[in-house]
């Protein structure tokens, strides 16, 4: 069965950083794009950033230069490093696994940059 598993969600101070992990289980991790979402009250789901089985990296134009997505094929793993946090990135994320029709989501894990 596909799961995924975010962690490193908390609780931050403005200008901080936070290091989210997603590990996956129950698919062929290698093949998978892997990607970061995250949703704040009242708002739809917005993708974050996103990274091919190939490791080519796309971002969402409101974190480039804070943020770096990258994949650990070894442990199955994704992380999304989050440098110079901004209240406005308060959110629940969420890891996304895709390949061709198929979509694999995390449960979540909330992020809240607060002073």
């Known amino acids: 069965q596909a799961q995924l598993l975010e962690s490193g969600g908390g609780l931050v101070q403005p200008g901080g950083s936070l290091r989210l992990s997603c590990a996956a289980s129950?698919?062929?991790?290698?093949?998978?794009?892997m990607g970061w979402f995250r949703q704040a009250p009242g708002k739809q789901r917005e993708l974050v950033a996103d990274?091919?089985?190939?490791?080519?990296?796309n971002y969402a134009d409101f974190v480039k230069g804070r943020f770096t997505i990258s994949r650990d094929n070894t442990k199955n793993t994704v992380y999304l490093q989050m440098d110079s946090l901004k209240p406005d990135d308060t959110a629940v994320y969420y890891c996304n696994a895709k390949l061709s029709s198929i979509n694999v989501w995390g449960q979540g894990t909330q992020v809240t940059v607060s002073s």
């Open positions: 129950g698919i062929s991790f290698n093949l998978y794009a």
């Open positions: 990274i091919t089985r190939y490791s080519k990296t």
